[in-house]
């Protein structure tokens, strides 16, 4: 039996937060092997066509070049060999077409980094360019990619007392993490080392294994530290192809770090959609039907799917449901996923038309989705494994204050600034993969955990420190968490929110295994005070093993393991992931609250307050999930405010590609009253430590909330992010 939890629930400073604010930690590239040179790419200045010329004689001229690769002189890659996480359909240097602006399209190598840069601007590139198509409001609308239909939705919409209409838009938002993409790599003869800015270091591996057609056990992905991801990491792009490539040609380590400007072209971003929803009701605001027609921005050269369809068929009570998704394939560049993906899309025009629903019959907000709660998921016909919306709904009334809301649009006034309160609901799925961690207990009572999962911010090794040293009865200072190399047990994705849920419960089984062990070693042992003792009755706590009832019989982990002339204890623990079939409908949930404040004059927004509310199930690590939560409000801000990726129509151009054009939060964007209240609760419906995810469902609703207190503010009903003076005006 395990001692009583310490460490779990408990506000603690990241493990590894001294090294992370010091320098210290270091990222894919400050890695620096010994001879390592630098790589530059050069990317394509046209959206679409092919390459007539590459001319290098300047760029190989200049001193310190030692390569320039392109599809002129690049190896030939073997065919791709089976399923594999996504690699795209861009193969690096393979054939001569341009799919997208910005494309990689060769690599200038050199002794330094400058000679790089400056051989790059040498490389002259002739084209046979064509006209792309960009935009997604005017590209062809093809057939649905995707269907769903309960009931009738057609039918009883034409027949509801109720009836609302609505095209939503929303733009296409780039993750902008603090770390640039990057790669440093390295050949050892036939064996290659990765250091690499990825989340999933095993998908990595099993991508550049099938792309270098070789085998993955002569392949080290090393990713320890992560400056930001949202999403941009959790796949693997063509510069880490590019990087072993010519590495592999020159046979020295060679180091690629993407520009600021040329991450905007190569590691994906949130797609634009067009999202048309009817919705029709009874003169209560109970639901009889919704119809979504989603219209979403797609690449050409590859399919992207998130879920922004699950919330309009599972959120709210709605017997008649018919929703279309449409891939509006356009010669840009992929996207990827991003936080809350999907879900935080398809929550604003689902939000904001219950919102306006609630004013059109004059109906409180939280009241009309309380009149839609649903008994169980209809999309599914599974029962909830939890479900505390209600909860959120009740716990962020009070804790905003929204019984001072008035109800009335441009009602409220503070000087020149028109002043609104609004809200929004949220949810996401919980999601699992297998997971494996390996437990060490050493002779000196300390212990070692190493998983290849990753940290991008969350603070994972923290939270697993505290998992396992309440299940191996330690101080959190006598364990060590280790992550992010595909030499260490092999772990899920670091993404859609399933960290915890996966890897900490590998690491709960692992070191609930080894504490038995130790327990089953104790008892046997005619030299231990503790020979004989059911093992149901025995703790462990402070590294110490005891008889529950009786502390002063007992001995340490120490004192064990020297007696029996052991080196260490160890096992390994695991979890299975998500069952094939499941039982429940799993999700978080989030109820979110916000205050803003509308120059009359201007058109300027600002958030003055926010409250989010969440059923995320168990709470691992409070302060890290309060950093989870008051950071995915600072996105939200930005999604419904500022982020608005600007593409020049004509030749595909970024025309913001940068951080002094592409608006994101600032200090001077950001209230400092934002609050994250959790509702207690556990699910071990959903895994082991019941857990349900946190990262994503956090900013799920941010944005129609404040689109919600915009119009509570100005009576203006605004359909498309972001909201802009303009729109105001």
């Not at 601007?121 to 005017?138: E, G, H, Q, W």
């Not at 595909?486 to 960290?499: D, E, K, N, Q, V």
């Not at 949930?589 to 989010?612: I, K, N, P, Q």
């Amino acid at each position: 039996m395990s001692q009583p939890q310490a460490a779990v629930g408990a506000s603690v400073a990241r493990v590894d937060a001294r090294l992370r604010v010091t320098g210290k930690a270091k990222y894919a590239t400050d890695n620096s092997p010994e001879g390592v040179v630098h790589a530059v790419i050069v990317d394509s200045t046209v959206a679409l066509g092919r390459i007539t010329g590459i001319d290098t004689s300047a760029a190989l001229a200049h001193s310190g070049v030692l390569m320039v690769m392109s599809h002129l002189n690049a190896p030939e890659l073997p065919p791709r060999q089976g399923p594999m996480p996504p690699a795209g359909a861009l193969r690096a240097f393979q054939d001569d077409q341009i799919r997208f602006f910005g494309q990689p399209i060769a690599v200038a190598v050199a002794t330094t980094l400058e000679a790089a840069q400056h051989a790059a601007s040498l490389v002259k590139i002739a084209y046979d360019a064509k006209t792309p198509s960009t935009d997604i409001s005017t590209a062809p609308t093809p057939a649905p990619t995707l269907t769903y239909a309960r009931g009738d939705a057609d039918a009883a919409f034409k027949s509801s007392a109720v009836r609302l209409e609505s095209t939503y838009r929303m733009s296409r938002n780039h993750h902008n993490p603090m770390e640039p993409a990057g790669t440093v790599a390295r050949w050892d003869g036939d064996h290659l080392t990765l250091w690499e800015k990825t989340n999933w270091v095993q998908g990595t591996l099993m991508v550049m294994a099938n792309e270098l057609g070789m085998p993955m056990s002569k392949i080290r992905v090393i990713a320890p530290y992560v400056g930001g991801g949202f999403g941009s990491s959790g796949r693997c792009w063509p510069h880490t192809l590019i990087t072993a490539m010519v590495a592999r040609e020159l046979k020295r380590p060679v180091k690629l770090t993407l520009t600021r400007r040329q991450t905007y072209f190569n590691v994906g971003y949130r797609p634009a959609y067009e999202y048309g929803l009817r919705v029709g009701s009874d003169r209560r605001g109970r639901l009889t039907a919704s119809d979504h027609d989603v219209r979403a921005e797609s690449a050409v050269a590859e399919t992207h799917i998130e879920g922004v369809l699950m919330p309009g068929q599972m959120l709210y009570s709605t017997p008649n449901v018919s929703q279309a998704y449409q891939h509006i394939r356009l010669d840009v560049n992929p996207p990827a996923y991003m936080r809350g993906p999907g879900y935080s899309s398809g929550a604003f025009p689902i939000e904001s038309t219950m919102d306006e629903l609630a004013h059109k019959l004059g109906i409180d907000p939280i009241e009309v989705r309380l009149r839609n709660e649903p008994a169980d998921d209809q999309s599914s016909g599974l029962p909830f494994s939890s479900r505390r919306l209600r909860d959120c709904y009740t716990v962020g009334a009070r804790e905003f204050g929204w019984e001072r809301r008035n109800p009335g649009p441009r009602s409220v006034r503070d000087g020149d600034w028109l002043i609104g309160r609004g809200m929004a609901a949220g949810v996401y799925d919980t999601q699992r993969g297998a997971s494996q961690a390996s437990v060490r207990l050493d002779a000196d009572g300390t212990a070692l955990l190493q998983s290849a999962t990753s940290d991008m911010g969350p603070g994972t090794a923290t939270s697993m420190t505290q998992v396992a040293a309440d299940a191996l009865g330690l101080t959190m200072r006598q364990v060590t968490f280790r992550l992010g190399d595909s030499l260490m047990p092999p772990a899920t994705i670091h993404a859609g929110s399933r960290t915890m849920a996966s890897v900490g419960s590998a690491v709960q089984d692992g070191c609930d295994k080894l504490r038995n062990q130790a327990i089953t070693l104790a008892v046997g042992d005619e030299g231990s005070p503790l020979h004989g003792v059911d093992p149901v009755d025995v703790v462990v706590r402070g590294g110490r093993l005891h008889v529950k009832n009786d502390p002063t019989r007992g001995e340490t982990y120490r004192q064990l393991l020297a007696r029996n002339d052991l080196t260490h204890l160890e096992a390994l623990g695991s979890y299975a992931g998500a069952p094939t079939t499941e039982r429940f409908s799993l999700y978080a949930y989030a109820a979110t609250f916000a205050e803003v404040a509308v120059d009359a004059r201007l058109g300027l927004v600002r958030v003055r307050r926010m409250v989010g509310v969440y059923d995320a199930g168990r709470i691992i690590s409070p302060k890290l999930s309060d950093s989870q939560a008051i950071g995915a409000m600072v996105g939200g801000i930005g999604q419904a405010l500022l982020e608005h990726t600007v593409t020049d129509h004509r030749d595909g151009r970024i025309v913001n590609a940068s951080l002094a054009d592409y608006l994101v939060p600032v200090h001077a964007d950001i209230p400092a009253d934002l609050k994250a209240v959790f509702i207690d609760g556990q699910d071990y419906e959903a895994d082991p430590i019941g857990v349900k995810g946190l990262g994503e469902i956090v900013i799920v609703g941010v944005a129609p909330a404040i689109a919600n207190a915009v119009f509570n503010a100005t009576g203006r009903r605004i359909r498309e992010l972001p909201i802009t003076p303009e729109a105001l005006l």
